[in-house]
């Protein structure tokens, strides 16, 4: 079993979709949850961080996690054409102990 | 300068080859991280390095090897190369050894042959 489960899509949505992105996690050690976007031929940028449960919140993006139920989500309001990219969600317990998902490609189209 | 740069961007090599991937580290940060990045695959931990020392190393084996300069530039080498090695390496560099704040590199891709 993964670490760190998340669908790998690909996800089409239209332009002004709410997207909802999760992924599952395997160890109740983790403490720290990411989410990271990936545009092709780039290495991946921080999107989102959160310790512990609860939400957060940054313009358009909300991330939450659940930790009773080991669930991790992304959602994007009033998605944009240039939110097409590959997401990838990441979970840490230690500072070297760093798992990332095998990535969600979301297409939104115009 | 900002930001994380690798060196170099694209690299073809045959089996049984060494490689060495350079990664200059962002501005201020003193941990740098490699990752394995499979097409289609989340990037995988292969080890990090803070200031100059080695503290995590991921299951790779020991041909994976690697080095963390007095300026914390970083070196990835990779020994006998296989076929399987052809994948994105990824370096990511922060200040302390957490994840959140790592800055990635645009990576380099190497293609075994």
């Known amino acids: 079993q993964k670490e760190v489960e998340q669908d790998p899509g690909p996800l089409s949505v239209p332009e002004g979709a709410i997207v909802s992105l999760n992924c599952t996690y395997s160890n109740s050690a983790f403490q720290y949850f990411m989410w990271y976007r990936q545009y092709s031929r780039k290495g991946p940028e921080l999107l989102m961080y959160?310790?512990?449960?609860g939400n957060k919140e940054d313009g358009r993006f909300t991330a939450q996690v659940d930790k009773s139920s080991k669930y991790i989500s992304l959602f994007i309001r009033d998605s944009q054409p240039s939110d097409s990219a590959t997401y990838l969600c990441a979970s840490q317990y230690n500072f070297n102990k760093f798992y990332f998902g095998s990535g969600t490609k979301l297409n939104v189209k115009p | 300068e900002t930001g994380v740069t690798q060196s170099p961007t694209h690299l073809i090599k045959t089996r049984g080859q060494q490689v060495t991937l350079r990664c200059s580290s962002q501005s201020g940060h003193n941990t740098v991280s490699w990752y394995q990045q499979a097409l289609g695959q989340g990037p995988q931990f292969i080890f990090q390095?803070?200031?100059?020392?080695?503290?995590g190393r991921g299951n790779f084996p020991p041909r994976f090897s690697g080095l963390q300069f007095p300026n914390y530039s970083s070196e990835l080498n990779v020994n006998a190369l296989e076929l399987d090695d052809s994948a994105l390496y990824l370096c990511?560099?922060?200040?302390?050894?957490?994840?959140?704040?790592?800055?990635f590199g645009s990576g380099t891709r190497l293609t075994v042959v």
């Open positions: 390095y803070y200031r100059e020392e080695k503290n």
């Open positions: 990511a560099s922060s200040l302390g050894q957490g994840g959140s704040g790592y800055t």
């Open positions: 959160t310790y512990s449960s």
